[in-house]
């Protein structure tokens, strides 16, 4: 009975974590159930297994699958974790799970108190934008997607007013998705609209040209009394 134990004890393998992480974690605003979620995807990854079942998951962790789901999708709005593209010998792509993103969020704990430390824009700016998506949406945004909000504030630079201008136009337009955001949003910086006052001023001197289109078409329409020749 002891040998079994031993042989599937030794079987299942072993997940290290290191000490920074394990005494810091709640420092890079990770929970302790995302910390647990953490562990257990990482035990599927040490062991070559890249794209594990939640179900599985959520049973080891004695709950559900959408509450497992959920808690991945807020480390990846928190930047901990990310999901990327391989190729797989078949030649198919597959997602898989990458934590680079929580080494650099850890990297951080030690500048906390630099003045000279650059200032990142609030977490709470960032959550309120992918909660406003979601609600307009009418649904939860996958892990892809929260990536692709995310490239545009940390690579592209766009500003958080700036991305719910673009998801009200869309809305307007009646178009639910990321890539008509990105148009918008990229059609803006093509023109230099950085901000929301330079895109109102904008929208106003658009209206201000069709008016005046408007107008001179109107006159040009208006009708010539015409005269008879014997009537003078």
């Not at 309120?128 to 929260?146: A, C, D, H, N």
């Not at 208006?222 to 020749?229: R, S």
Request: proline share 3%; aromatic share 8%.
């Amino acid at each position: 009975m002891v040998a079994d134990f031993l042989h599937r004890y030794l079987k299942a393998g072993t997940t290290s974590i290191s000490n920074l992480l394990l005494h810091h974690y709640h420092e890079i605003g990770m929970t302790t159930g995302q910390l647990m979620v953490y562990l257990e995807l990482k035990s599927y990854l040490d062991r070559g297994i890249n794209q594990p079942s939640l179900k599985a998951i959520a049973d080891h962790l004695g709950t559900s699958e959408d509450q497992v789901n959920q808690l991945i999708h807020e480390m990846v709005s928190h930047k901990l974790v990310t999901q990327r593209l391989v190729s797989t010998a078949s030649g198919k792509d597959m997602a898989v799970y990458d934590f680079s993103g929580l080494i650099d969020q850890l990297t951080k704990i030690g500048d906390q108190n630099d003045p000279n430390t650059d200032t990142k824009e609030p977490t709470t700016s960032r959550e309120e934008i992918f909660k406003q998506i979601q609600v307009e949406f009418g649904r939860t945004l996958s892990p892809m997607e929260l990536q692709y909000v995310n490239q545009w504030i940390d690579q592209d630079h766009y500003s958080t007013d700036l991305i719910h201008l673009a998801l009200k136009e869309a809305v307007v337009n009646g178009k639910y998705t990321l890539k008509y955001m990105d148009r918008i949003l990229l059609r803006w910086q093509q023109s230099n609209l950085t901000t929301p006052q330079a895109i109102e001023a904008d929208r106003q001197r658009y209206e201000q040209r069709r008016q005046n289109r408007s107008n001179t078409g109107h006159e040009m329409t208006e009708k010539i009394p015409i005269f008879k020749l014997n009537d003078q």
